[in-house]
């Protein structure tokens, strides 16, 4: 498995017959860093986990014509692109096997889903906004619901074995940036953790 950071939350994860990508987002209009053209060979999956514009970069539609390039968008991403057959859209609390992979999603406690996909005998965990979102602005009450609506949909994941975890390490969140992956590592775990969301 080779993993390749692209930005902000954006990754491309190669398998042995497939290329998974997760919210790709090319910030002001930065030159293109993933071209699906490179793997004729493989299968390429578009992972779009909400339609926040740091998530959703859509540049990514342009990519329809290549035949072996799939969509996972979660269901708050609007597209007016005609590749039916193609594109899977993704509902909190479901799995879904697609063209060869299983993907299982949770529901974000921001927007969207996370996904957990499984692929070619890895598993990898994309979190998207699915986070510990404690605001040191925020009130208590806030800060208690968005933490207990995080764990819930962690705790969801118990018993899986990950290979990666992809999870928001916000420097925003200032001496709370790191409640959200001690939580998933103490309560699920991954062989390999990979902070996102750092701006």
Same mark, same amino acid.
């Given at each position: 498995m080779k993993i390749t950071y692209l930005h902000h939350s954006g990754f491309s994860v190669e398998t042995e017959t497939k290329v998974l990508l997760f919210d790709y987002y090319t910030e002001g209009g930065r030159k293109a860093y993933f071209d699906p053209a490179a793997y004729p060979d493989k299968a390429v999956f578009v992972f779009v986990s909400h339609a926040h514009e740091d998530h959703y970069d859509r540049r990514i539609l342009s990519w329809a014509k290549l035949p072996n390039v799939r969509y996972v968008l979660s269901f708050d991403v609007r597209t007016e692109v005609g590749f039916e057959g193609r594109v899977l859209r993704a509902e909190p609390h479901r799995t879904y096997d697609f063209d060869g992979i299983s993907?299982?999603?949770?529901q974000s406690n921001d &927007?969207?889903?996370a996904f957990l996909v499984k692929a070619d005998g890895k598993t990898i965990y994309h979190a998207g906004d699915l +986070? *510990?979102?404690? *605001? +040191?602005? &925020?009130? #208590?009450?806030? +800060?208690?619901?968005?933490? #207990? #609506?995080?764990r819930e949909q962690i705790d969801?994941?118990?018993? &899986?074995r990950i290979? /990666? /975890?992809?999870? =928001?390490?916000? =420097? #925003?969140? &200032?001496d709370k940036y790191i409640l959200g992956v001690d939580y998933f590592m103490r309560r699920v775990g991954a062989d390999h953790v990979v902070p996102m969301h750092l701006w």
């Open positions: 993907i299982q999603t949770l &927007e969207g889903v +986070n *510990w979102w404690h *605001w +040191n602005g &925020e009130s #208590r009450a806030y +800060n208690d619901d968005m933490g #207990r #609506r995080y969801l994941l118990q018993g &899986e290979d /990666a /975890a992809f999870i =928001p390490v916000d =420097p #925003r969140l &200032e």
